[in-house]
């Protein structure tokens, strides 16, 4: 099984940026489908990025689109995402997950603990 660790939060002002990371190990990125969520105090987990394995393909929420970013380095085993044009509404626990294949059907098992990210309109 993989183990993931979330970092790169924090407090920022509206308009700012933030990347966050999502450290592997056990098991390289390169095996898995990985997803990142978020969820704000009150409201239910919300799907925010996803990217394939071959890191070919991304999708978006809405709410992120044009504004978010989601890699893979393979070389690193980390999956990034980059947070621009931040917004009030973005404040959040974002968590890391993967899962073993693009498939709609395959079930994202493996999450880390997440980072906090507030920001302050």
């Known amino acids: 099984q993989v183990q993931l660790v979330e970092s790169g939060g924090g407090l920022v002002q509206a308009g700012g940026s933030l990347r966050l990371s999502c450290a592997a190990s056990?098991?390289?990125?390169?095996?898995?489908?990985m997803g990142w969520f978020r969820q704000a105090p009150g409201k239910e987990r919300e799907f925010v990025a996803r990217?394939?394995?071959?890191?070919?393909?991304?999708y978006y929420a809405d709410s992120v689109k044009g504004r978010f970013t989601i890699s893979k380095d393979n070389i690193k085993n980390t999956v990034y995402l980059q947070m621009n044009s931040l917004k009030p509404e973005d404040t959040a626990v974002y968590y890391c997950?993967?899962?073993?294949?693009?498939?709609?059907?395959?079930?994202?098992?493996?999450w880390g603990q997440g980072t906090q990210v507030t920001v302050s309109s």
């Open positions: 997950a993967a899962r073993p294949s693009d498939s709609a059907t395959s079930v994202y098992d493996y």
């Open positions: 056990g098991r390289t990125v390169g095996s898995y489908a």
């Open positions: 990217i394939s394995r071959s890191a070919i393909s991304t």
